[in-house]
């Protein structure tokens, strides 16, 4: 269970020891005399080491995805509308490469701020006030802290959460409610729907809601122009629907769905590969293994199994623990799909074994691949509800790429039969005997290409155990 403890006031929730190992951060801020005065804090902890630094929003998710650093600091308000795109970066961020910890400096004490940044879950987040951050080691221990997977909160925002101040700006829950429906871009009539009333008295409730907005923000009521400022994003620039699907999605799905309309429950049949990846013996290895170390060591191997999927064309489905899943044909059809997918299979393992050539002069546990590519048809759907969607390939092709992947052993890739026989030239494999799956009444054919010795991390008695109990 994680320990709890003070920090100027505040409270954080550590993710585990203090790893001496040096901390890569990327830092972000379009102020350049606060940016560098930032850097020369960070640049008094000998563990620390600044990669890179950006002054927007664009500059920022472009360098924290290419260098994939452990932590990213970052301002609230940035280019290119100076509204809080380093939260909306953060979120980008953290969906590209889930382990990244952020630490948000900003210099508004307003709760909702926290809020927005925490909506996703509180792991990994940190949010402190500019005007304090020299104060002690406050911004180290934040960086450390998230760096672990805990989280930090300023004290005056924790302050502002427990005891919310109460004023003329302050809306009723059904006020509230009104706002978000609005805010989601629905129109009046849906809105009348969901709040079980007629279409003429909630035009009449939106106009009244949009008179005490402007009214209060007339008067100076932060709170007020901060909602109407949203307002204007969500229903004049109608951005706010794209970015949900956005952050919910991944990257280019949400593109391709506003593109052609697609809805929830919606299915499309494709023909795609699938890949399937899976470290050999991990839960020998998490058993083993610091808890915060191996959390490091899961967010530097997603980093590399993304960027060769994405290099290869690929769309990173889903990380699920140790696995990885990826499409390749969807949601961007291709015609050589399966020649990609055995592309990023293989440059998975390489990049992999790069990774594995560091942590063995560190004397970290290597990671061992097992690979699975199928090829065929599948239904794709947008699922779940306006809360959370997913985009989702279900279908028997997406079965045997998980069964295909137990086959492979460290450093392999298992290819269907199907695969192997759409790869216009296709790499050195040998034919495996046909065999029952599980699912499946009928043997299934398969081929097998060999691992490159240098990418065959060595496992020991129990890991090999493991193994030979999942292959067969």
Known sequence: MPSVEAVQGGATVEGGRRDQETISLVLADDNLIVR?????????????????????????????????????????RMPPAFQREGIDAAHEIRKRHPGTGVVVLSQFDDP????????????????????????????????????????????SIVEAMVNPVTGSGELTPAEEE?????????????IAAALGTTASATADD??????RLARDASSGGQTSLRRLRMLHEAIVDREEQGETLSRLLPGGVADMLRGHGQVPGETTRLTVSVL??????????????????LARQLHVHRGEMNRAIIASGG???????????????APVPMEDHAARAVEAAAAMHGAQAEVNRRWARDGLPEFGLGI??????????????????EYTMVGDTVNLAQRLQQWAAPGESVLSDATYRALPDPPPASVIEPARVKGREAPVGAWRVAAAKEV???????QAGDEEERRS
């Open 36 to 76: 560098e005065g930032v850097r020369a804090l960070l640049a008094l902890e000998p563990d620390f080491a600044v990669v890179a630094t950006a002054s927007d929003y664009e500059e920022l998710v472009t360098s924290a995805t290419e260098l994939a650093p452990q932590v990213v600091v970052t301002d609230i």
């Open 315 to 329: 769309t990173v489905m889903q990380f699920v623990g140790d696995a990885v899943m990826a499409v390749f044909g």
């Open 112 to 155: 909702e701020y926290a809020i927005s940044l925490l909506e996703e879950g509180s792991a990994g987040y940190a949010y402190l006030l500019k005007d304090r951050v020299a104060e002690g080691d406050q911004l180290a221990k934040a960086v450390r802290s998230v760096a672990a997977g805990g989280s930090v909160l300023d004290p």
């Open 206 to 211: 939106v106009e009244k809601l949009f008179l």
């Open 372 to 389: 699975g590519v199928t090829t065929g048809e599948v239904a794709a759907a947008l699922l779940g509800s306006e809360e959370h969607l």
């Open 456 to 462: 065959v991390p060595e496992l020991d008695g129990r």
């Open 276 to 293: 399937m990846s899976d470290i050999r013996g991990y839960s020998t290895i998490a058993e083993q293994a610091d808890p915060s170390a």
């Open 178 to 190: 009104l706002l978000r429906l609005v805010a989601e871009g629905r129109p009046i009539k849906a």
